[in-house]
């Protein structure tokens, strides 16, 4: 025991372990889901942060020492987020067909899931810094904390809700979308990108390229809105 205990310190104080980690927990979570059948709940991402959360828990690891491996892997966020546009290039005579409709319904969503974040907060008696830190929940992280921050919130707690809303969103939303019966592949990306952002945009792309190619532009211009729209709202209405 007494080595096993040293090895874990010796490898702990190495980035790359908590790299190596992440990267094998979103593995085992994409080898699962492949041989569930591609089950909802058994999403990849919800599973590699069950598995991380599970081992920081149990080796009393703390975010800050986790964070000094995984930055490698949030710094690719970046060029992934920008990698969208290679679907949204192939698919772009199809979204310019359709640009009316899909800027109504990017508009109708964003203010949806401001308005529902902030409306059940309210329900369950939130505090005013609590709902602030809700209304983001359905943009990206970093727009969603910088809103957040705009309007005094609390940034940790909405980094927070927009990975539990991707997560749900992903998890949740082929389902239901296949259950009220919408088909249309244009549809179900603009839902699950204005809804869950990147991981739902993520979720999209496996399923159809034309849907990931609406997931990601309504991601991007869900976040575009949400920034202008949320802090005027604010303002008028609190």
Same mark, same amino acid.
């Given at each position: ?59 009393? &690891?703390?975010?800050? &020492? ?37 800027? &109504? ?55 927070? $809700? ?70 005027? $709202? ?5």
């Amino acid at each position: 025991m007494t080595d096993i205990t040293e090895v874990w310190v010796y490898l702990s104080a190495s980035p790359l372990l908590f790299l190596t980690a992440t990267l094998a927990a979103f593995q085992a979570g994409t080898w699962l889901y492949d041989r569930s059948g591609h089950k909802p709940f058994l999403n990849p991402v919800l599973t590699a942060v069950i598995l991380v959360v599970g081992l920081l828990t149990l080796s009393g &690891t703390t975010y800050e &020492t986790y964070f000094e491996g995984a930055q490698f892997v949030h710094f690719l966020l970046g060029p992934a987020t920008v990698a969208l546009a290679i679907p949204l290039y192939r698919q772009f005579d199809r979204v310019r067909r359709s640009a009316l409709a899909l800027m &109504t319904s990017l508009l109708c969503g964003s203010l949806t899931a401001m308005g529902t974040a902030v409306g059940l907060g309210w329900l369950f008696g939130a505090s005013r810094q609590t709902m602030m830190s809700l209304a983001p929940k359905s943009v990206t992280a970093p727009v969603a904390m910088g809103i957040t921050e705009q309007l005094g919130g609390l940034p940790s707690l909405t980094a927070v $809700l927009v990975i539990l809303t991707g997560i749900l969103g992903a998890v949740l939303g082929p389902p239901l979308l296949n259950l009220i019966g919408v088909r249309d592949w244009r549809a179900r990306g603009l839902a699950l990108g204005t809804a869950s952002h990147g991981i739902g945009t993520a979720r999209a792309l496996q399923a159809n390229e034309l849907a990931g190619a609406f997931s990601g532009l309504a991601m991007g211009l869900n976040a575009l809105a949400t920034a202008i729209l949320l802090p005027l $709202l604010w303002q008028l209405f609190f």
